[in-house]
Each structure stands twice: as C-alpha cells, then as structure tokens.
C-alpha cells in the first residue's frame, strides 16, 4: 500500500509540475507581447532582466534564502560559450515577437525538437527511434500548414523566430556534448547566465542605439502613468 502511495504522489507531482511548467511558459509569452506591444526596446529589456535576476540571486544567497554557491571564475569560463547561445536564443525570440503573433512564435519554437535531432545525427549522438522521429516531423508539418494560413506574415519575425530556434538548439546540444553544467543546480545555472550575459548586452544597448533613449523612453512612461494617477 505504502509503495501504491508513493508512485501515485510521483504521479501527482509529475503531472502539478508539467501543468505549471506550461502554464508559466505561456504565460511569459503573453507578458512579454503585452510588454514589447508598449515598449520596443526588446535589448533593454533584456539587459535589465538579466541584471535583476544577478542581483536577486546573490542577494538571496547573501541573506541565505538560496543555497547556490559563490562566484567561481573557473565556472565562469567554462560556461561562458553556453551563456552566450543562451542569451542569443532570449534575444531573437523577444526581437521575433514584435512581428509574430503568439499562436505562430509558439508554434515556430516547436521546430526546436527536429533542429536538436537533426544536429544530433550530425553530430554522432546517432539516429532516434521511428516513433520520435515521426512525432518530431508531425510537429513540424503542422508548424508550415500554421505558417500557409499566417495572413499577419512578418518576414523579420519569421526571421528573428527562426535564429532564435537555432541558438537554442546550438545549446541544447553545447550542453549535451560539453556536461559543462554538470554539478550545478538550475538556479546556478540562471546566475552564471545573467552574470556572463551582462557585458555583452551592455555592450549591444549602446552600440545598437537603444541607450540612452530606452530608459528615458522608460522613465517618460513611468512619469504620464504617475501623472494620470494623480
């Protein structure tokens, strides 16, 4: 009864966990629309968000609510690569979604799983089974059919959803082939990433233009909000 009991908790934390995980996923996506509909500057964006979530996690390591580990350089470098594709992927797809809708760029992220086993023959991890392959290519049929019948067509968003795509599959297998985040746990992970990605973002905010006008485009909204409120 007792091991009846266990597998049925599994089963249940199996399914919350999926649930929540979709949930989130689509959730992002509808806020980061929402938010890219008001503000264009997607780099920015970024940028920031890479900055708050550094800050939040060495702060809730400081204060002993996380339990990641310090700062190692030797880390650092060993996962630099793997940050790079990792903020190349975020980058492009924020990019994507001012032109695509939410229906085709979710659809579009779904060619991730054929990219990855395509790379994968190439790379020698081998051929999968019939039925994965078959499931994969399903997939990917339906995202073209979804594609023919885009009457709101955006070639840059296309193109942008497209890069995207391959990023995450270049790290996605990066990942596989290197085992550089082997040891680290996730929150780990989202810290050297934020961390390593903060130079480089800084870098393209100004050289593209972006800074300083994003943020005083930034604090103007923030100001007509605080003004009607009053």
């Given at each position: 009864?007792?091991?009846?009991?266990?597998?049925?908790?599994?089963?249940?934390?199996s399914?919350?966990?999926?649930?929540?995980?979709g949930?989130?996923?689509?959730?992002?996506?509808?806020i980061?629309?929402?938010?890219?509909?008001?503000?264009?500057?997607?780099?920015?964006?970024l940028?920031?968000?890479?900055?708050?979530?550094t800050?939040?996690?060495?702060?809730?390591?400081?204060?002993?609510?996380?339990?990641?580990?310090?700062?190692?350089?030797?880390?650092?470098?060993?996962?630099?690569?793997?940050?790079?594709?990792?903020?190349?992927?975020?980058?492009?797809?924020?990019?994507?979604?001012?032109?695509?809708?939410?229906?085709?760029?979710i659809?579009?992220?779904?060619?991730?799983?054929?990219?990855?086993?395509?790379?994968?023959?190439?790379?020698?991890?081998?051929?999968?089974?019939?039925?994965?392959?078959?499931?994969?290519?399903?997939?990917?049929?339906?995202?073209?059919?979804?594609?023919?019948?885009?009457?709101?067509f955006?070639?840059?968003?296309?193109?942008?959803?497209?890069?995207?795509?391959?990023?995450?599959?270049?790290?996605?297998?990066?990942?596989?082939?290197?085992?550089?985040?082997?040891?680290?746990?996730?929150?780990?992970?989202?810290?050297?990433?934020?961390?390593l990605?903060?130079?480089?973002?800084?870098?393209?905010?100004?050289?593209?233009g972006?800074?300083?006008?994003?943020?005083?485009?930034?604090?103007a909204?923030?100001?007509?909000?605080?003004?009607?409120?009053?």
């Amino acid at each position: 009864m007792e091991i009846r009991a266990d597998a049925d908790t599994s089963s249940f934390s199996s399914l919350f966990a999926a649930v929540s995980y979709g949930f989130t996923s689509m959730a992002m996506v509808f806020i980061n629309k929402a938010v890219l509909m008001q503000y264009a500057y997607s780099m920015t964006l970024l940028t920031l968000q890479q900055l708050v979530t550094t800050l939040l996690i060495h702060f809730g390591r400081k204060t002993g609510y996380t339990k990641a580990r310090e700062l190692d350089m030797t880390t650092a470098k060993r996962l630099l690569p793997l940050s790079i594709f990792y903020n190349a992927n975020v980058a492009f797809a924020l990019a994507s979604l001012k032109g695509v809708n939410i229906p085709m760029y979710i659809a579009i992220k779904r060619l991730t799983p054929l990219a990855v086993l395509v790379a994968g023959c190439f790379s020698g991890k081998g051929k999968p089974t019939t039925q994965v392959a078959l499931s994969v290519i399903l997939t990917a049929a339906g995202v073209l059919i979804a594609a023919l019948g885009d009457f709101s067509f955006d070639l840059f968003g296309y193109s942008m959803a497209f890069v995207s795509v391959f990023f995450q599959t270049m790290y996605l297998v990066l990942v596989e082939k290197s085992g550089a985040e082997d040891g680290l746990s996730s929150l780990e992970i989202m810290f050297y990433n934020s961390f390593l990605s903060l130079p480089f973002l800084m870098f393209l905010i100004v050289a593209t233009g972006e800074f300083p006008n994003s943020l005083s485009v930034l604090f103007a909204k923030e100001l007509l909000k605080a003004s009607v409120i009053v």
